[in-house]
């Protein structure tokens, strides 16, 4: 088992890799054994890079070029560490990372991404000079614009190891024109060859130690053993400040005058300095104006009242007619009762939210004593986008929302984008990298233009006038240049998938030629049978690609092929790059850098259940902490895209607030396009996203729905908020008194995580890898998170925060040990015998793992806060066609059956959970099996006309007025909730209408699902056939109409056909009858035609396309109705019945 000591590791000591899948199962301490940088020839095979191959590959005739490149070691520092890094970097963005289970991570040199060139100095695979030095093959130097650093004078172009050799070992003398270098510091060399960095207000340097402790940062010491005290706890003031009264990089305060003096010398700045400003909230709470809310309580209170009456009043009044009607009925009203409370009772605290961006940008990016230079102290953000199928999932519009989000006005320091691809596509990889390419352009044009919204794909479709307060006179021109340029993109991006196929043909066949010589030459006066060769897929670059194949193969399919990590953009630099004037676009004082970019496909074999999108999350989750280790997380379908540039901003104000510290996510409202203007099928879900998640941002917290959220990574990882209260429930605490705990110093409380035991309170660093895993990177991440993800302590109020002027340091470099690292944790065993997916991470175990994972959030005492912007914040697509949509529904109503039936229902909440919290909870695990119900009340309208009874005896007015007073309050709700939610009242209806429609179709099939799994282990699936298709492919609303077939349709369409007939049949009984009952006809048909008026979408969507559906089908239809009638008439006629109505006449 690893120490226990996990926090005192350095990264130097730390695993890159597995090797031996006992010794990892087995948790055994294992010997590093490094990254292999190796570069794949054309069939395949890795040539390493290391002297042991050396000598045995140089006698190959298909490699004659090696370079052979050392990583800097304590005993061989050519040049200054930084310098090294940087380079070491510069491999790193330029190698694809394989490996996994069993298998050597491997670093694969790559010459080209994609077969278009890229520019762009941070994309792997930029263009760039090679080494002009015989057998070299390596990229010359260059600086942060991509241009070349070139030595001496003469120009000739070396690499940086050929430099140091001439250096070192050649006397200083130039390999070209065999002078001598003028200058041989490559930090000078960067800055002679014009690059102009803004360097921090220097400060006198310490005395003593070496160069590298002298750069000492925060992020540094995290990683030493200051992190923990002599008790061996951690300790927080050790972990802030580095030395005792001095101050520098990566301490909170700096000194007035540069003198590393004492506060008590009266040259210090301390806290109180800044506590002394008036302190401005980032964010505040609008309440529900009390004309509405007022009200709006007080009708719930009546509502509640008056159904209770009337509930009463049904069960004492039976009608002795037909009581099995009358027993139905009221089992059904008093279960939609029920349900009506669970769902109406979380409203009650409705509130509105709004954040103050000009606050935010004075506190984290404007100069202050602690910030002299006005550098972002915005904590770090990772972006995560999941996709699996690129067939399914376009890859044009993957790659729209990763351009969305690498324009994001975010620190572009401080954003980093990762892309799930679950699987292992080439083609997401290639777009991935056309994105990047293409991200040179869009990116500096939206910043110079402050363009929105930041998708290429939907500015340039908006139909508004995109010129309108555009001041900047060379726009129009601009523009039209980047609109040219997007074309050619699409254009690239749609022949991806033919140019992968044409290209892995066009390599396969030169294999089978080369194989079908070789087999000649070795026997040559044999018959020579056809070679076979599998049929693999290849890369830009001339090699196989590692994952998933166009045509499957052992260890290359989308459930058995390695993980792959490529940098796409390596990390931005961390001071501003300006553009120049000459060039595509005049980007002057524009910046240019562009964020961290990294593609991500965790290793899949067969035998291990891989979760699907919430195992892919939590791979992301683990690879983003060893790379960039953002305190924050913000995950996006790769459909959704940012509509609103400063969303992040936005949602970043509430986790940075006071109290921040305590929330778990901020969840932003899904916004879609695309939806016919009607919205036929609600799919806007409006009610849900505007009324619903409002009322629970009055209490503990709207719940997670699975995109367009801001996670803090530390509630991610299973630990419980900061001063979480005790709980001692029960009503015999004074009668057997708890244990009582050991005070616990508040700095330490901040990583508890509590578990079954009440004396789990903090985190037990023995358990830490039985609950994370065996990386010791990722443990050491952990604490860098937390502290990170703090707000700022800039007012007494402020509990648990941190110091002002704390991330403002650079960020660590990345080296390959670290991506190594990262590749190992996205492993399929990594996962073994821990808590990812259990309680760290996402969820595992429901199909809606997003309302499980937020729901373990709130139950550990955690808040949440719903952020709804002016400008909305993201947006996406959904399915508007009416199969679509209801298979879409039933998954999320099978997810609802499957937490009911499971350990996260909301009836074993934990007490840090509100009551009303819980009932909002417990709505969403029961709210599919009101549709038994509803089936039932459905139907029973039918019964009564074909029966001639009723549900009561008769229409008496005590009934009637119970009626009205019911229906006049549901009304007045919703007249209340349009109000404070600012919906439409057809937003409304089409809600209820679609309510009827899922609660008869999908919520029963996933209650019949979810029984059926619980009880017997059987899992059903409903598959589609389609049977009609659009014919207009201009028609952006095509796909509405067209009609597949599934067979939750049944139910739906049963319930139309009987009430259609038993309207029919009940007007002719009554007709023909001697005493018509006209009351209960009326009843009757009154409550069919509110569930056909329900039911009306559904029907339309049958009908296909406006003006396809044939006159005599409706004439057929009325035609069969009365003949049904008659029939009906014909068989149980009405006793002495000698004219039509009987005693009944017309005026």
Avoid at 134 to 149: A, E, F, H, I, N
Avoid at 389 to 416: C, F, G, H, Q, R
């Amino acid at each position: 088992m690893a120490s226990n000591n996990h926090f005192t590791n350095s990264r130097s000591n730390l695993s890159t890799n597995s090797d031996a899948a006992e010794a990892v199962r087995n948790h055994q301490q294992q010997q590093s054994p490094g990254v292999t940088f190796a570069r794949r020839t054309s069939s395949g095979r890795y040539v390493n890079y290391s002297r042991d191959d050396l000598d045995s590959e140089l006698g190959s005739v298909d490699f004659t070029n090696y370079t052979v490149h050392i990583p800097p070691t304590p005993d061989n520092q050519p040049m200054d560490p930084s310098i090294s890094q940087k380079v070491e970097e510069q491999y790193v963005s330029s190698s694809l990372f394989t490996g996994g289970f069993n298998s050597v991570t491997r670093a694969h040199l790559m010459d080209k991404v994609i077969d278009s060139e890229t520019s762009h100095p941070q994309m792997a695979g930029a263009k760039g000079s090679s080494c002009a030095i015989p057998g070299c093959d390596v990229k010359v130097m260059s600086d942060g614009r991509g241009q070349d650093l070139l030595p001496c004078e003469c120009d000739f172009k070396i690499c940086r190891d050929c430099f140091v050799d001439a250096v070192k070992a050649g006397g200083g003398m130039c390999p070209g024109c065999k002078e001598p270098y003028r200058n041989t510091d490559l930090t000078d060399l960067a800055e002679d060859n014009g690059q102009q960095k803004q360097q921090r207000p220097m400060l006198p340097p310490p005395s003593g130690g070496s160069k590298m402790e002298r750069r000492l940062s925060l992020m540094k010491s995290t990683k030493s053993g200051l992190m923990r005290s002599q008790t061996g706890d951690f300790d927080h003031n050790r972990w802030l400040f580095e030395t005792s009264g001095t101050y520098g990089y990566g301490n909170a305060f700096w000194t007035k005058d540069g003198n590393l003096g004492s506060e008590k010398d009266g040259h210090g700045m301390g806290p109180q300095d800044l506590m002394s400003r008036p302190w401005r909230p980032l964010t505040r709470k609008l309440q529900i104006p009390a004309a509405v809310i007022s009200p709006y309580r007080l009708l719930i209170f009546i509502r509640i009242v008056v159904l209770a009456l009337f509930l009463m009043w049904r069960i004492k009044h039976q009608n002795p007619d037909a009581v099995w009607l009358w027993g139905m009925s009221v089992v059904c009203e008093l279960w939609f009762a029920f349900s009506w409370l669970l769902d109406q009772l979380p409203k009650l605290c409705p509130i509105n939210r709004a954040t103050d961006l000009n606050v935010l940008k004075e506190k984290f990016e404007t100069p202050t004593p602690s910030n002299p230079t006005g550098k972002s102290d915005l904590p770090g953000l990772d972006m995560f986008v999941s996709t699996a199928d690129p067939d399914k999932e376009p890859p044009l519009v993957t790659s729209n929302t990763i351009l969305s989000i690498l324009a994001a006005d975010y620190p572009v320091e401080k954003l980093a984008c990762y892309v799930s691809d679950d699987g292992g596509a080439l083609l997401t990889f290639e777009a991935m990298a056309e994105a990047a390419s293409f991200a040179n352009i869009w990116v500096p044009f939206c910043r110079k233009h402050n363009i929105e919204p930041r998708n290429p794909d939907s500015y340039f479709s908006l139909k508004r006038d995109p010129y309108k307060n555009k001041v900047k006179a060379d726009f129009v021109k601009d523009r039209r240049k980047v609109k040219r340029e997007y074309d050619e993109y699409k254009v690239r991006i749609n022949g991806l998938p033919d140019s992968i196929r044409r290209r892995s043909d066009a390599y396969h066949a030169r294999e089978e030629i080369k194989a079908m010589k070789q087999q000649r030459q070795n026997k040559e006066d044999e018959i020579v049978e056809p070679v076979k060769i599998p049929k693999a897929t290849w890369m830009a670059d001339g090699t196989h690609w590692p994952g998933t194949w166009l045509n499957s193969a052992p260890d290359h399919s989308r459930s058995d092929h390695a993980g792959i990590i490529q940098v796409m953009l390596k990390p931005p630099s961390d001071e501003p790059l300006h553009g120049v004037s000459e060039g595509f676009l005049d980007l002057t004082d524009v910046d240019i850098r562009l964020p961290l970019l990294v593609y991500v496909s965790r290793e899949k074999r067969p035998g291990y259940d891989h979760n699907k999108k919430a195992g892919a999350m939590n791979a992301l989750v683990r690879a983003s902490a060893i790379m960039s280790n953002g305190p924050f997380i913000l995950n996006l379908d790769c459909d959704h895209y940012i509509y609103n540039s400063q969303a992040l901003r936005e949602g970043m104000c509430f986790m940075m607030d006071r109290g921040g510290d305590r929330l778990c996510y901020v969840q932003f409202p899904q916004r879609f396009e695309g939806i016919d203007p009607s919205d036929r099928y609600a799919n806007h879900n409006t009610v849900f996203f505007d009324v619903n998640m409002r009322a629970l941002d009055g209490l503990m917290g709207p719940v997670y729905v699975g995109t367009g959220c801001l996670f803090r990574r530390i509630a991610l990882y299973g630990f419980d908020p900061p001063r979480s209260k005790e709980h001692h429930p029960g009503c015999c605490s004074c009668c057997f008194p708890r244990k009582k705990k050991k005070k616990i110093p508040e700095e330490n409380r901040s990583l508890r995580m509590g578990g079954d035991s009440d004396d789990d309170e903090e985190m037990n660093l023995s358990l830490v890898p039985k609950k994370f895993g065996n990386s010791t990177f990722l443990i050491d991440s952990i604490p860098v998170a937390e502290f990170q993800g703090r707000p700022l302590a800039d007012h007494p109020a402020v509990q648990n925060g941190r110091p002002p002027g704390a991330l403002t340091i650079p960020r660590e470099l990345l080296d390959a040990s670290t991506v190594a690292e990262a590749i190992a944790v996205i492993s399929c065993w990594y996962e073994d015998k821990t808590e990812w997916g259990t309680r760290i991470g996402w969820i595992y175990g429901s199909v809606t793992e997003d309302v499980v994972t937020g729901y373990r959030m709130h139950n550990r005492g955690w808040k949440s806060v719903y952020c709804v912007t002016k400008r909305d914040a993201f947006r996406g697509t959904a399915p508007i066609n009416l199969t679509d949509r209801l298979h879409q529904v039933l998954r999320w109503a099978t997810g609802s059956v499957e937490i009911f039936f499971s350990r996260n229902n909301a009836f074993l909440a934990s007490p840090r959970m509100k009551i009303l919290q819980r009932i909002a909870y417990l709505n969403v695990g029961i709210y599919p099996f009101t549709s038994i119900f509803l089936i039932v009340y459905c139907f029973l309208p039918a019964l009564s006309l074909f029966s001639g009874q009723f549900i009561v005896q008769t229409l008496n007015v005590t009934f009637l007025i119970y009626l009205l007073i019911i229906s006049i309050t549901l009304c007045l709700l919703a007249l209340l909730e349009i109000k404070w939610s600012g919906i439409s009242l057809e937003e409304w209806w089409r809600n209820e209408q679609f309510w009827l429609i899922g609660g008869t179709s999908a919520h029963l099939a996933a209650v019949i699902q979810g029984l059926l799994k619980v009880v017997a282990g059987i899992e059903i699936s409903f598959t589609l056939t389609s049977k009609s298709g659009g014919d207009d492919v201009d028609d952006e609303f095509a796909d509405l109409y067209i009609v597949k077939w599934t067979s939750l349709m049944i139910p739906p369409i049963t319930i139309m056909m009987v009430n259609l007939i038993a309207i029919a049949v009940g007007f002719s009984r009554t007709i023909y009858s001697v005493i018509p009952q006209w009351s209960k006809l009326i009843g009757g048909v009154f409550f069919s035609f509110w569930v056909l008026a329900h039911l009306y979408p559904f029907a339309k969507g049958l009908m296909g396309r406006r003006g396809k559906t044939p006159t005599i089908v409706y004439v057929w239809s009325g035609l069969i109705a009365i003949t049904i009638s008659l029939l009906w008439v014909a068989v149980n006629p009405p006793a002495g019945s000698t004219q039509i109505g009987g005693s009944f006449t017309f005026p």
